[in-house]
């Protein structure tokens, strides 16, 4: 993690990524890389989703070599080189990215942004370290958006850096009860054929509203390329409920918003799906989402977050609660990398991926951008969260919430 410390010892203030880049730093080994790989959707409605997190590894990986790379075994300092390759959240082309690093000379791999996609990406890995019967891919993969709980459990080799988003909406139903405690029915409408937006509703949102006391009388449904939404938003205004929860992504939520600015529909509360927490959905439809409540996992609320955020917007993406983690799931790597002693020659690629993998798992706590972030002994992580509201310009944190850590 880049520490604010090192940059002021630099630049004598917390400055940006260009800033960061004039340090004078130890050069590193020219033959010596460590080779990190990225994927997720690069085209299609989902395709910002993979520009930032493509655009955080480069950010992080850029100040990790600026800052002298990475440590080896024997004390040689070797560079990171990224790759980010494009899978169109499709599963049979992301088992296929997945294959294309595992038989090439990568260390890890950060992804992907589909649950449909890292499902079958994780079940093509070997499911038990140093079950030589398992002829699956043995290279360690780190998730960074994919939401869909406990898919770490599949395999030694499959990390995830997720928020729990159980843990995130009883935290949002509580403060709705305490703040609104007028409002008390709820009605959604969710993007059906998109396992992120579809599950978080009628598994998590819905179920946690009900034990919260609510009266939840239905959703409306669309397709998350859909462009045309009047018949649900009249859906919507018919069912009349004090709170509307938008579970879908960026592209067809602000489709769905300005459709009931159009028909002059203000529920009193408006209630968002985690991913719609980043900086795209003010720009493309910030006056329509406007006091929207959404629980999230990234806020630039101290210096390391502005800094990571500035870094990433250098390389021409969003700062949001996934790409956020795949900058901490860097990280973690380099730190799991010089704490078991990786060499990064051509002979070794085998052993190294398995000291990552061996690494990535000893980590009990790794530094994270609003605090220390727990992993668990399934490879899942146990992070802080905020609950913020979508302002007209920009995101507004309205409760900060530290969870238990191992």
């Excluded at 989902?46 to 997190?53: A, I, Y």
């Excluded at 000379?105 to 038990?128: H, M, N, R, Y």
């Amino acid at each position: 993690m880049i520490t604010i410390s090192a940059v002021k010892s630099c630049t004598g203030a917390v400055v940006g990524l260009a800033a960061a880049m004039l340090c004078a730093q130890p050069a590193w080994s020219a033959d010596r890389v460590v080779k990190i790989g990225g994927f997720g959707a690069k085209s299609g409605v989902l395709k910002p989703f993979g520009d930032n997190s493509e655009a955080a590894m480069r950010a992080a990986g850029s100040l990790i070599n600026r800052a002298g790379g990475v440590r080896l075994a024997d004390g040689t300092r070797a560079r990171i080189e990224i790759e980010y390759r494009d899978d169109r959240c499709d599963s049979e082309l992301g088992v296929a990215t997945l294959g294309s690093f595992a038989e090439e000379d990568w260390l890890a791999v950060i992804g992907t942004t589909c649950s449909s996609v890292l499902k079958p990406v994780f079940e093509s890995l070997q499911k038990q370290a140093g079950d030589d019967s398992d002829t699956g891919h043995r290279i360690p993969v780190f998730a960074d958006v994919a939401m869909r709980k406990g898919l770490a459990g599949i395999s030694d080799w499959a990390f995830r850096n997720i928020p729990d988003e159980i843990q995130m909406y009883d935290a949002l139903w509580a403060w709705m009860r305490q703040e609104n405690a007028e409002l008390k029915t709820v009605y959604a409408g969710v993007e059906e054929n998109f396992v992120h937006s579809n599950q978080t509703w009628y598994n998590i949102i819905k179920e946690r509203a009900g034990l919260a006391g609510y009266e939840v009388k239905g959703q409306a449904k669309w397709l998350v390329d859909d462009v045309d939404f009047v018949e649900q938003v009249k859906e919507m205004a018919a069912v009349n409920a004090d709170i509307v929860v938008i579970s879908a992504h960026p592209f067809s939520a602000c489709g769905v918003l300005r459709e009931m600015e159009r028909q002059n529909y203000n529920p009193p509360a408006v209630i968002g799906l985690t991913s719609l927490t980043t900086p795209q959905l003010i720009e493309d439809c910030g006056a329509q989402a406007a006091g929207m409540i959404v629980p999230t996992s990234f806020a630039p609320i101290n210096d390391i977050a502005r800094a990571a955020a500035a870094a990433t917007a250098q390389f021409g993406g969003y700062a949001d609660l996934h790409s956020m983690a795949a900058w901490e799931n860097m990280y973690a790597i380099k730190q799991a990398i010089e704490n078991e002693g990786v060499e990064a020659k051509p002979e070794t690629v085998a052993e190294d991926r398995e000291k990552i993998r061996r690494g990535i798992q000893k980590l009990n706590l790794v530094d994270g951008l609003l605090g220390p972030i727990a992993r668990t002994n399934e490879g899942e992580s146990d992070k802080d969260f905020v609950l913020v509201k979508a302002m007209t310009d920009g995101w507004e944190v309205i409760e900060q919430k530290e969870t238990a850590k191992n």
